[in-house]
């Protein structure tokens, strides 16, 4: 799991470069294999000792090791874990199927991958929604499946001017028309609607609004009642059409082992990875990016630069304000970071019982949500309206011990908790946080407790991130675990900036490659893959 | 109508699916759950528990055991040790195969023999006038496969087994539970793996013993739909399935010898002790023939190939649809071609690799298309249209982890 095994290698020859990443997440690694698989010479600088990024896997209890950020993998390109042959290299995705939510008045809803027993859990609350379930799965994967090439490519730019784009838009145009009416007013209403109006349209029962509008809000500073929430539903549903690539899952070994499983085909097709080594800021020469100066004052020059750490960091901090247009710094900074959740981490001396459900059956061992109603949600997003953590947050729990042994010691258990709201600007001010984070954690393991009344006293560790932590730690700023939020505003031709959605930057021989650009965050590896793509079609290197 | 294993009262409260099937004629679990996912991840991630008590097993007992069976069988068993196994399969006198299955040495003059298919007849027939005992312990014995990087690990915490001294493919006498038991390092899905053989009155406590100390490594108790997509993975061949029992085919045709299904390397012409084997001439003859190359044009091969995921992609694309493939690994025979449209072959079991993620098939085909590379084409029927996809003949097998053999 270490990264350091690539680096026992001797040291290949320094430069000059063709290409140097910062940033060794999944999307800088991708974009690293790329580049060199076309024969570039790469070096990726990590300001951290391991690869990875946000996809880490960390040993933070002995024996214990966590998917510290992310936690499951829904999106990864197919083609990429093809062209990068990355089952070679140790990718593996364990299957997560049950969601379950246990509501505050003692009852439970749990689905599966058995429709007809899913149906007869939803019909206990509500026959009708039982019925209209899967026909709600089979339109929202129809949406998703015209909607997918739209993350497999470039992002329509109706904002350049070549010819080349205007065929691209008509093409897309016809795309649109092809589909009929229905779909295209499928697609504005999800393009306009809050997450819980668009499934009140299928369902009327609660139970199923709530757990399910929260794919909606995941990681945006937005609540189940906002508009354009309904869209980021989509997003769930395309990573089920890959169907039997699994896309959906937990990895195996944690997210890390994603990070290292392309680190590692990187390194096989030459790619040099230097752990340890924070850029301070970029060389620049003649107005344009020439390499990058390292904190210790090491310069490496390089042809391009390739930034994979966010478009805040990347602008305002490596390259300067002092370089760039006052409008263009302008529209960086109007980029909405703002982080909304935080992790919390548990190593367990042994399972934790649902006192609605006990047991250590199907409950426990697929995605555990607790979202038991919408007013619970919507409390929770009001608490940080006003710039405080949710003292009732929503959660999103897996235990990946029960799926993968590998993680934790015999009958011991690890647990992820994602946990929104956690504003990264509290009343108190950001800085506020490294007071607060453990109120953060007692708020969470109490709102769980509720659930899971032994869970407390089977508590090994617990690690508290906030959004303050993630962005100490992992680099990610205001703590945005998308590297911008992923609404509608800031999505295909407008992220980062209108008119700089194809990895380029207003910066010659600077390109970005990382969730901040089209098609966004989550562990997908497109920004990185595109961002390639792009670069050696332009032949900027 | 199947009748229960000694495992039933167990098996059956686990299989909520009601997914069952007829192996031997014995009820066995297809899946335990709607799918058998989990149940294969078990075997690759954690432990799977399958009950393999259908298989046919029977006992040589005998000065004259060591005899019988090489005799039989196209593997030299007589140089096998105490506590070792050997795979190996038996033919006719035309050198065509009849069966499969492992032989295990529990002591000088004492064998086992597993067999997919009823062999005491074949035993008797062959052991005639020798001076050995032969026992069809079928029923009598009762045998499970614990199979997963975990099996070693559950063993050790069941068991008195010296686990690490016991290499692939040997065999030790163990107390697990109080139970008499033989654990031999075999099994059916390509990774580490165990399968424990005890008397049947025994097996109710043998699978709690198991379960109870599986239970911290995360064990499953897994079904022959999860067997399948492993054993393909793993490259095994199946009787009934890739090829047939040569006394139980009416055409020729569908006769193999072991050479045409990749089993020549178990095929021992040197028999210091016993000059020849059942089929021994006939083989000799094709092995001299291969040897001289000119076999190449006539023979048949069992290759691996793997279908090329973006043409499949691009097949259903022209449909408007996503790929998909079956759930389950399957056994319908498709044919396959070379680019003139020819046929040379047919893909006897296939199936979607969830681990390594690409479209793999067991594939029988003439053997001047053998060669690691050469790219076929295999039929692929999507909505009721029969069309072809470009697959590489690979070497098998598929997956082969470093751990299946690992002291």
Not at chain 1, 163 to 184: D, N, S, T
Not at chain 1, 299 to 308: D, H, P, R, Y
Not at chain 2, 195 to 219: F, M, Q, Y
Request: charged share 25%.
């Amino acid at each position: 799991m270490n990264a350091h095994t690539g680096e026992a290698r001797p040291a290949p020859a320094r430069g000059p470069y063709d290409a140097v990443v910062v940033g060794a997440g999944h999307n800088g690694l991708v974009c690293a294999a790329y580049l060199a698989k076309a024969g570039r010479k790469v070096l990726v600088v990590e300001r951290r000792q391991q690869v990875g990024g946000a996809t880490t896997t960390e040993e933070i209890h002995p024996g214990f090791k966590f998917s510290c950020c992310s936690y499951v993998v829904s999106l990864l390109r197919p083609w990429i874990i093809r062209d990068l042959d990355l089952p070679l290299y140790g990718y593996e995705v364990l299957p997560l199927e049950e969601t379950f939510t246990p509501f505050e008045d003692g009852s439970y809803l749990l689905r599966d991958s058995d429709p007809e027993r899913t149906k007869r859990a939803i019909a206990r609350f509500s026959p009708r929604d039982a019925e209209v379930y899967k026909q709600f799965g089979q339109k929202m994967a129809e949406l998703g499946r015209l909607v997918k090439p739209m993350i497999d490519g470039l992002a329509p730019d109706p904002l350049a001017r070549n010819p080349f784009e205007i065929l691209r838009l008509a093409k897309f145009a016809r795309h649109v028309r092809g589909q009929g009416e229905e779909w295209l007013i499928g697609n504005v209403k999800m393009m306009t609607m809050s997450a819980v109006d668009f499934l009140s349209e299928w369902f009327e029962c609660e139970q199923l609004i709530a757990p399910m509008s929260v794919s909606g809000i995941i990681g945006t500073f937005l609540g189940v009642r906002s508009p354009g929430t309904a869209y980021v539903l989509l997003h769930h549903y395309m990573g089920e059409i890959d169907g039997s690539y699994r896309a959906w899952g937990l990895p195996k070994g944690g997210t890390g082992a994603i990070a290292e499983a392309i680190a590692s085909a990187a390194r096989a097709l030459g790619v040099e990875i230097r752990l340890g080594a924070p850029v301070e800021r970029l060389l620049m020469k003649h107005g344009r990016a020439a390499g990058v100066v390292l904190e210790n004052g090491d310069e490496i020059a390089a042809k391009v630069v390739v930034s994979g750490v966010d478009p805040h960091r990347t602008f305002l901090r490596l390259v300067g304000e002092e370089h760039l247009e006052p409008d263009f710094a302008q529209q960086v900074k109007r980029f909405k970071m703002r982080g909304s959740s935080g992790k919390v981490n548990l190593a367990l001396d042994a399972l934790p019982e649902f006192a609605c459900l006990p047991g250590a059956g199907p409950q426990l061992r697929g995605d555990i949500t607790i979202a038991p109603s919408i007013a619970y949600l919507e409390r929770a997003y009001d608490d940080a309206k006003y710039g405080a953590f949710s003292r009732r947050p929503f959660m999103d729990i897996v235990i990946p011990s029960l799926t993968d042994p590998t993680v934790a010691p015999p009958g011991k258990h690890t647990m992820s908790i994602f946990v929104q709201y956690a504003p990264y600007k509290l009343k108190e001010g950001a800085a506020d946080w490294p007071r607060q984070r453990e109120a953060f954690g007692d708020a969470v393991i109490d709102t769980l407790a509720q659930y899971m009344p032994n869970l407390p006293g089977r508590i090994l560790h617990r690690q508290v991130l906030t959004p303050w932590d993630l962005e100490q730690v992992y680099g990610l700023t205001e703590g945005n675990i998308f590297h911008g939020e992923l609404s509608l505003e800031q999505l295909a031709f407008l992220r980062p900036v209108p008119g700089w959605s194809r990895y380029r930057t207003p910066i010659g021989h600077l390109w970005m490659c990382a969730s901040g650009t089209h098609p966004g965050g989550g562990i997908m590896g497109a920004p990185g893959a595109l961002c390639a793509r792009t670069m050696l079609h332009a032949r900027a290197v | 109508m199947p009748i229960p294993s000694p495992f039933h009262e167990r098996t059956s409260k686990l299989c909520t699916s009601f997914r069952w099937k007829d192996w031997s004629g014995y009820a066995a679990v297809s899946s335990y759950d709607t799918t058998h996912e989990r149940e294969y991840f078990a075997f690759r991630e954690s432990a799977g528990l399958l009950d393999v008590t259908p298989l046919f097993k029977y006992e040589v007992h005998g000065p004259d055991a060591a005899a019988l069976l090489s005799r039989m069988m196209v593997r030299d068993v007589s140089k096998l040790k105490i506590g070792r196994v050997g795979y190996s399969c038996w033919c006719d006198d035309y050198g065509k195969v009849i069966d499969d299955g492992t032989v295990t040495r529990l002591a000088e003059d004492y064998y086992r023999v597993t067999a997919a298919d009823p062999t005491l007849y074949w035993l008797q027939a062959v052991g005639r006038g020798l001076r050995v005992t032969i026992e069809d312990s079928s029923a009598r014995l009762a045998a499970v496969a614990l199979q997963g990087p975990r099996s070693r690990e559950i063993l050790r915490a069941a068991s008195d087994a010296d686990l690490d001294r016991l290499k692939f493919f040997g065999a030790t006498r163990a107390r697990l539970d109080a139970l008499d038991v033989w654990i031999t390092r075999t099994g059916y899905t390509g990774d580490l793996g165990y399968e424990v053989w005890t008397d049947s009155a025994g097996a109710l406590r043998l699978w709690d013993a198991l379960v109870d100390a599986g239970r911290p490594h995360g064990i499953e108790p897994a079904g022959l739909d999860a067997l399948d997509v492993s054993r393909i993975e793993a490259g095994f061949i199946l009787l009934g399935v890739d090829y047939f029992s040569a006394p139980k085919v009416i055409l020729e045709a569908r006769k193999s010898t072991p050479f045409e299904l990749g089993l020549g390397w178990i095929v021992d012409f040197e028999r210091p002790t016993f000059p020849s084997f059942i089929g021994r001439d006939a083989l000799a003859a094709e092995a001299a023939r291969l040897k001289r190359g000119t076999a190449a044009a006539a023979g048949w091969a069992m290759v691996g190939l793997e279908v090329a995921w973006e043409a499949l992609e691009a097949l259903y694309e022209s449909f408007s649809l996503p790929p998909s493939l079956p759930a389950t690994a399957r056994r319908d025979g498709l044919p396959v071609y070379d680019d003139d449209g020819r046929q040379v072959g047919k893909v006897t079991s296939h199936t979607w690799s969830p681990i390594l993620k690409k479209y793999i098939a067991l594939t029988s085909v003439h053997a001047s298309h053998a060669a690691p590379g050469t790219i076929l084409q295999m039929e692929h029927t999507v909505e009721f249209e029969r069309r072809k996809v470009p697959a590489k003949v690979v070497k098998t097998p598929f997956f082969d982890p470093e751990r299946k053999k690992r002291p």
